[in-house]
C-alpha cells in the first residue's frame, strides 16, 4: 500500500470499547493487524463532556499506536425535512471545546460525518427509486413541499448546507472534514443527483451534489460496497476522476469502502457473501481496489464498516 494511502475503520460500538481496557486492546491490535491507520469512532453530541477521561485514554493510547481517531456522527434526523442540523453541529462544537481542553496526543484529527438522505422508516421525502427527471413537479405531489422535485432539492440542499457550516467549523479549528457519501450519486437510476447550490447568489449552480459536496470535504468516502472488487472500483471511478481535476490545495482525498456487516445483503457484504466471509478475503480484495485506483492521484485509500463486524469476521 503506498504511503500516501490510509486504511480506515468505522467503530460504531464506541461506548462499549471506551468503557473496556480488554476491548480497546482487541480493536487496536486488529487495526494494526489489517493496517488501519484512521479509526472513525462514535462520538455522540452529548458524550464529550461525561466521557472526557475515557475519550483521552483511548486517543492517547491510539495514536500511542501510531492510528489517527477522527470523530463520527450522522442521523437521518439531521436534515430538514426532520429534526434540523442544530444537534449535529452542536456535537462538532463540543468536538472543538474537547480537543482545546486536552493534550496533543489526546486530540482527534478531525470529524467524519454519515448523514445519507434516503428514504427509510417515517422519512418519505427522498423518494426513493425515482430519477430525478421522473419526479413529479403537480402540486401536491410532495410530502415535505409542494412536489416531488421540491422535495427532492430541498433535502439535497440541507444535505450540502449542513455540510457548508461543518466544514467552517472544523477548519477554522484545523480540523480534517470527511464525509461518508452513497456511490448512487452519480448513477440514480441511471441520472446524476442534481441540485442548485448555493440557494442563492452569483455563485449558484446546478450540478450533481457530489460535485458541490467535494468541495467542502477533505475526506470523501464512497460507500462503494460490493464484494467484486471490480465493481467496488467502477461505482468510485465517477468521483475520483472529478476530484483528480480538482485545484490541488482544494482536492480531497476520495477513499473506496468494504462492507463486512452480516445481514446487508448478499453481494453488497462481505459477511453475507458465501466464499467471501474471511479477512483475508476481505483484505485481498482491498489490496485490488487499492491497486486498480492508485493511478489517480486523488485515491485517498479503503474504509472497512465496521468494527464490530470486522472482529466477529473469520480469519
Same mark, same amino acid.
Given at each position: 500500500?503506498?504511503?500516501?494511502?490510509?486504511?480506515?475503520?468505522?467503530?460504531?460500538?464506541?461506548?462499549?470499547?471506551?468503557?473496556?481496557?480488554?476491548?480497546?486492546?482487541?480493536?487496536?491490535?486488529?487495526?494494526?493487524?489489517?493496517?488501519?491507520?484512521?479509526?472513525?469512532?462514535?462520538?455522540?453530541?452529548?458524550?464529550?463532556?461525561?466521557?472526557?477521561?475515557?475519550?483521552?485514554?483511548?486517543?492517547?493510547?491510539?495514536?500511542?499506536?501510531?492510528?489517527?481517531?477522527?470523530?463520527?456522527?450522522?442521523?437521518?434526523?439531521?436534515?430538514?425535512?426532520?429534526?434540523?442540523?442544530?444537534?449535529?453541529?452542536?456535537?462538532?462544537?463540543?468536538?472543538?471545546?474537547?480537543?482545546?481542553?486536552?493534550?496533543?496526543?489526546?486530540?482527534?484529527?478531525?470529524?467524519?460525518?454519515?448523514?445519507?438522505?434516503?428514504?427509510?422508516?417515517?422519512?418519505?421525502?427522498?423518494?426513493?427509486?425515482?430519477?430525478?427527471?421522473?419526479?413529479?413537479?403537480?402540486?401536491?405531489?410532495?410530502?415535505?413541499?409542494?412536489?416531488?422535485?421540491?422535495?427532492?432539492?430541498?433535502?439535497?440542499?440541507?444535505?450540502?448546507?449542513?455540510?457548508?457550516?461543518?466544514?467552517?467549523?472544523?477548519?477554522?479549528?484545523?480540523?480534517?472534514?470527511?464525509?461518508?457519501?452513497?456511490?448512487?450519486?452519480?448513477?440514480?437510476?441511471?441520472?446524476?443527483?442534481?441540485?442548485?447550490?448555493?440557494?442563492?447568489?452569483?455563485?449558484?449552480?446546478?450540478?450533481?451534489?457530489?460535485?458541490?459536496?467535494?468541495?467542502?470535504?477533505?475526506?470523501?468516502?464512497?460507500?462503494?460496497?460490493?464484494?467484486?472488487?471490480?465493481?467496488?472500483?467502477?461505482?468510485?471511478?465517477?468521483?475520483? $476522476?472529478?476530484? #483528480? @481535476?480538482?485545484? =490541488? *490545495? &482544494? %482536492?480531497?482525498?476520495?477513499? $473506496?469502502?468494504? #462492507? @463486512?456487516?452480516? =445481514? *446487508? &445483503? %448478499?453481494?453488497?457484504?462481505?459477511?453475507?457473501? #458465501?466464499?467471501?466471509?474471511?479477512?483475508?478475503?476481505?483484505?485481498?480484495?482491498?489490496?485490488?481496489?487499492?491497486?486498480?485506483?492508485?493511478?489517480?492521484?486523488?485515491?485517498?485509500?479503503?474504509?472497512?464498516?465496521?468494527?464490530?463486524?470486522?472482529?466477529?469476521?473469520?480469519?
Amino acid at each position: 500500500m503506498a504511503s500516501t494511502h490510509t486504511r480506515s475503520m468505522w467503530i460504531w460500538n464506541s461506548v462499549a470499547i471506551l468503557a473496556s481496557s480488554a476491548e480497546t486492546d482487541h480493536l487496536l491490535t486488529g487495526a494494526h493487524d489489517a493496517a488501519v491507520t484512521e479509526l472513525y469512532l462514535y462520538t455522540a453530541p452529548d458524550c464529550y463532556i461525561p466521557q472526557k477521561s475515557q475519550l483521552q485514554t483511548f486517543i492517547s493510547r491510539a495514536t500511542t499506536s501510531g492510528l489517527h481517531v477522527w470523530a463520527l456522527d450522522g442521523d437521518r434526523a439531521y436534515f430538514a425535512d426532520a429534526a434540523g442540523p442544530s444537534t449535529f453541529h452542536r456535537g462538532i462544537e463540543s468536538l472543538i471545546a474537547y480537543n482545546a481542553a486536552v493534550a496533543p496526543h489526546e486530540r482527534f484529527v478531525g470529524f467524519q460525518a454519515d448523514n445519507e438522505p434516503q428514504d427509510h422508516g417515517d422519512y418519505r421525502t427522498f423518494h426513493n427509486d425515482i430519477s430525478d427527471s421522473d419526479l413529479s413537479h403537480a402540486p401536491g405531489s410532495g410530502v415535505w413541499q409542494p412536489t416531488q422535485a421540491q422535495d427532492r432539492e430541498m433535502l439535497l440542499r440541507s444535505w450540502l448546507t449542513m455540510h457548508e457550516e461543518a466544514s467552517q467549523l472544523l477548519h477554522g479549528h484545523s480540523l480534517r472534514f470527511g464525509a461518508a457519501m452513497p456511490w448512487w450519486t452519480e448513477a440514480y437510476e441511471g441520472e446524476e443527483l442534481g441540485v442548485s447550490f448555493p440557494p442563492e447568489g452569483a455563485g449558484r449552480r446546478r450540478q450533481s451534489v457530489m460535485k458541490h459536496m467535494m468541495g467542502l470535504v477533505d475526506e470523501y468516502v464512497v460507500m462503494s460496497y460490493y464484494t467484486d472488487p471490480a465493481e467496488a472500483v467502477r461505482r468510485v471511478e465517477a468521483q475520483v $476522476a472529478f476530484a #483528480e @481535476v480538482m485545484a =490541488g *490545495v &482544494g %482536492r480531497p482525498r476520495v477513499c $473506496a469502502a468494504v #462492507e @463486512v456487516t452480516p =445481514g *446487508v &445483503g %448478499r453481494r453488497v457484504s462481505y459477511g453475507d457473501t #458465501e466464499g467471501k466471509d474471511s479477512r483475508a478475503v476481505v483484505l485481498r480484495d482491498v489490496g485490488v481496489i487499492e491497486r486498480s485506483l492508485s493511478r489517480f492521484a486523488a485515491f485517498g485509500g479503503v474504509a472497512v464498516h465496521h468494527w464490530a463486524a470486522w472482529r466477529s469476521t473469520p480469519h
